[in-house]
């Protein structure tokens, strides 16, 4: 079946970095396009950022463009978040997804979520 | 990148039809037929239960369905169940093929 489970979250200060992971399985994972989404504690759905399924092109919210880089190792079926500059507003509960067609239409698979809390 | 807007609250009784309403602009709602609905439970992941405005994955209940007009789209759930009671969001693929959600809706039933 399929799963995503995503790693890496913790707690880090304001201005450092750190790398989140989304180990995938039970799906052919170069086939699809993937995607990460944030949720701030208690408030709605953030689309982060998006790479094609072969990782040649990578699409970024205006919130986090410049600061985080979203890339993919097919042949480790691993897909990952660095986050750079963090910021108090980054704190959020990070969802890696799978797109159903590749066009955005529709993320069928989610993950249970890594909890980045960027704090002093 | 403005969220979509949602109604932050529906409510209905058992056994009745709501609709939820997601509007978007021409260049995301409005623009092409990548709109999708998801169902979230506290604590839990988002789930997918409407894809590309109207269709539903293997697995989600009829009572669940979706439509578009111009750049609004909708969510309506018929048969009202107490398990329906939870969060609502609406997404939509962009003109500058990023993605954008809806503020979500939170369903009483």
């Known amino acids: 079946q399929v799963q995503l489970v995503e790693s890496g979250g913790g707690v880090v200060q304001p201005g450092r970095s750190l790398r989140l992971s989304c180990a995938a399985s039970?799906?052919?994972?170069?086939?699809?396009?993937m995607h990460w989404v944030r949720q701030a504690p208690g408030k709605g759905l953030e689309w982060v950022a998006a790479?094609?399924?072969?990782?040649?092109?990578?699409y970024y919210a205006d919130s986090v463009k410049g600061r985080f880089t979203i890339f993919r190792e097919n042949s480790k079926n691993t897909l990952s978040l660095q986050l750079t500059s963090l910021r108090g507003e980054d704190t959020a509960m990070y969802y890696c997804?799978?797109?159903?067609?590749?066009?955005?239409?529709?993320?069928?698979?989610w993950g249970q979520g890594t909890l980045v809390t960027v704090s002093s | 990148q403005s969220a979509l807007t949602q109604p932050a609250s529906v409510s209905g009784s058992p056994g009745q039809s709501i609709t939820i309403s997601c509007t978007g602009t021409?260049?995301?709602?409005?623009?092409?037929?990548?709109v999708s609905w998801y169902q979230q439970h506290p604590g839990k992941a988002p789930k997918l239960i409407i894809y590309e405005v109207s269709n539903r994955p293997s697995g989600v209940s009829n009572r669940f369905s979706g439509s578009k007009s111009g750049n609004t789209a909708s969510l309506t759930i018929s048969g009202l169940q107490a398990e329906d009671e939870t969060d609502y969001y609406c997404?939509?693929?962009?003109?500058?093929?990023?993605?954008?959600f809806g503020g979500g809706t939170k369903l009483t039933v």
């Open positions: 997404s939509s693929y962009t003109s500058s093929s990023t993605l954008v």
């Open positions: 021409s260049s995301d709602v409005g623009g092409h037929n990548y």
């Open positions: 039970g799906f052919t994972f170069s086939s699809y396009g």
């Open positions: 997804a799978r797109d159903l067609l590749g066009s955005g239409g529709g993320l069928d698979y």
């Open positions: 790479i094609w399924y072969d990782g040649s092109n990578e």
